[in-house]
C-alpha cells in the first residue's frame, strides 16, 4: 500500500509552522529530536485537564487514575518493543540518564581492575562518558572497536578486543551521525558468549521502529521518548530484572524505600528501586502515547518510504560538486552528514535556515568519532517518516544554491 505522507503530516501540527521570511519549515533535524502528533499533545493535556495527580501514594480518585496511567505506559514500553519476560521498564529522563544509570549503579558495584568496557568508535558521548567515569572508579579498562571505511562496524576488530575480561558491551543500535545500523543480535551473540552482558543505545534505532528486544536479546536498552515523538524529559531502560534487583539505588528518595529508619533504609525493587521522588508522570503517559501512534503506522511502508527520501537525499547532495558524505554502510538510517569543501557547516547551515530549513551542525556529541574521520564537525540532515521528495528537492535546490554562494 501506498504511503500517504500527506495524510500523516496532518497529525504534526509544528510541520505547518512558517519559519524565516514565512517559508514552511522544512524539518530535517529529527536525529536531534522529532515533531510531536496530535496525539501526543492531546494526551499530555487531557492528563492534566483531568487526572493530574502525584502517584502511588494517595487513596484518592484522582491518584489513582494517574497512577493507573503511569503504570500503563510502563506496560506500553515494555509492549512496544517486545521485551521478554523477566524484563523490566524503568522510567528515566531518556537514554542519557538510563545510560548513567548502568554505567554508575551495575558498573561501579561489579567493575574491578582487569576488568574491560568494549565501545565502538561510533558512540555518542552519552555512551562514552558514564564508561569513562565507570572505568575511573573502578579501575577497568575502556577498549574501543573500529569502524570501517563505509561507517559499519569491523566485526573483526569487534571480535579481536571481545575477550573473557570484557564484562560489558555497550553499543548504539544505529550512530546518530553515520546513520550505521549494527547488527544488534550478532554482536549480542557474542558477547554473550564471552560471557559479557549487553547495553544497547537505541536512542536513534527506536523512532525508525528497528528495536525487537526478544529478538536483539541484550540486556539493557536504553531510549529516550522524544525522539520517538513523544515528550522531551521522559525516556526508559528497559532491564533484565534480575540484573536491576541486583543493582544498588542510583539515587534516593521518595517512592523507591521500603522502610526507613534513622538505623537504616531497605529498597524496593525495581522498577520503583530506580524511580526517587515524582517521576514525570505526563512524559510518560505522552511517550505511551507516540508509542501508540507508531504501532498505528504501517512499519513496513514507513521504513520503505524512509529509505526512498534516504536515497534521494544522498543522490542530490553527491550531486553538488564538492560535497562529501560520511557514512554509506547498507541499510543505514535516513541520516546524511555532509560537508562541502572549504565552507563551515554553520554557515551552511545558516543559509538553509534562512530558506526555512532545519539541519543540525557540530560533532554531534561524538567528538571521538570525528577523531576517527580527520574532521571537527558536519552538517546533518536527519529524516523522518513525515517528510516528503518535494522537501528533499527543495533541500538539494537551497545547498546547491549555497554551495554557489560560499564557494
Ligand atoms: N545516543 C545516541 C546515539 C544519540 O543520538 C543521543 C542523542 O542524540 C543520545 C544517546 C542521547 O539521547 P538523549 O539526549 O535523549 O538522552
Redesign the pocket.
Known sequence: MEFDVEKIRKDFPALSERTNGGNTLIYFDN??SAQKPLSVLEAVSNFYRHDYSNIHRSAHDLSMRATAAYENARKKVLGFFSAPPGFEAVFT?????S?NLIAQSWAQSNLRRGDEILLTEM??H??IVPWQIAAQKTGAKISVAKILPDGSLNIEDFKEKLSGKTKIVSI?H???VLGTVNPVKLLSGLAHSAGALVSI?A??SSPHMLDNLSDIGADFY?V?S??CFGPTGC?ALIARRDLLDAMPPYQCGGDMIENVSWEGTTFRKSPERFEAGTPNIAGAIGFAAALDYLKNLDAAAAGKHEKNLLIRLSDGISSIGGTRIYGNAQGKLPIVSFNLSGAHPNDISALLNAGGIAIRTGH??AEPLMETLGIRGTCRASLAFYNTKEEVDIFVEKLAHAAKILA
Open positions: 536525529a536531534a529522563r531518556g537514554t542519557t540518564e545510560l558512540e555518542h552519552a555512551n548504539a544505529a550512530s546518530n543505545d536512542a536513534q536504553s529516550s522524544h525522539k525516556g554531534h556529541c
